[in-house]
T-cell receptor
Framework: DAGVIQSPRHEVTEMGQEVTLRCKPI?????LFWYRQTMMRGLELLIY????????DSGMPEDRFSAKMPNASFSTLKIQPSEPRDSAVYFC??????????????FGPGTRLTVL | SQQGEEDPQALSIQEGENATMNCSYK?????LQWYRQNSGRGLVHLIL?????REKHSGRLRVTLDTSKKSSSLLITASRAADTASYFC??????????FGAGTRLTVKP
């Protein structure tokens, strides 16, 4: 398996533009997570899905952020409109559920977003 | 918000020495995990210890968990330059929310 795939790896955009980050989880994994990592705030869980259904989106910072998982092999995180404070590395991770959703998570390489 | 808090924030040692990192947390947990992140990369899972376990080993890694003190430690023995990375603890609390700490940046000098 190729692991969790994220695209693009780097994104530079201007304030106000829409940004879409993409993730392909590992085949057969039930859970998909979106994280944001910054120096100031560390690694933050934004949202996670179980079997394509959003379970907990309490970490989504505001309405400008939205995430979808139309099928088991694809998820998007969209920011519209983007702001400079959204600059961060965004990670997608997936896991196969055992007794809880927080079993070993496999992380993608991340998307480094810079909003000018 | 962050649950686990790693200590120290940064650690610099010589190759061959042991590295110990600590993690404290606040709520009851189901399990605690340690991850490693090399610069510019995603996190890699190292080890998971369940709340009813006290110690676990994996190669040169030794993890302890003290639920009474709400703390865990990660020991890397006979460190190598390739161990240079940031190490994060992640707690899976009873509400099934997973939270990562701020991480410990380990530098192993050759």
């Amino acid at each position: 398996d190729a692991g969790v795939i994220q695209s693009p790896r780097h994104e530079v955009t201007e304030m106000g533009q829409e940004v879409t980050l993409r993730c392909k989880p590992i085949s057969g994994h039930d859970y998909l997570f979106w994280y944001r990592q910054t120096m100031m705030r560390g690694l933050e869980l934004l949202i996670y899905f179980n079997n394509n259904v959003p379970i907990d989106d309490s970490g989504m910072p505001e309405d400008r952020f939205s995430a979808k998982m139309p099928n088991a092999s694809f998820s998007t995180l969209k920011i519209q409109p983007s702001e400079p404070r959204d600059s961060a590395v965004y990670f997608c991770a997936s896991s196969k559920a055992g007794t809880s959703p927080a079993n070993e998570q496999f992380f993608g390489p991340g998307t480094r977003l810079t909003v000018l | 918000s962050q649950q686990g808090e790693e200590d120290p924030q940064a650690l610099s040692i010589q190759e061959g020495e042991n590295a110990t990192m600590n993690c404290s947390y606040k709520t009851s947990i189901n399990n605690l995990q340690w991850y490693r992140q090399n610069s510019g990369r995603g996190l890699v899972h190292l080890i998971l210890i369940r709340s009813n376990e006290r110690e676990k080993h994996s190669g040169r890694l030794r993890v302890t968990l003290d639920t009474s003190k709400k703390s865990s430690s990660l020991l890397i023995t006979a460190s190598r330059a390739a161990d240079t990375a940031s190490y994060f603890c992640a707690t899976d609390d009873v509400g099934n929310d997973m939270r990562f700490g701020a991480g410990t940046r380990l530098t192993v000098k050759p």
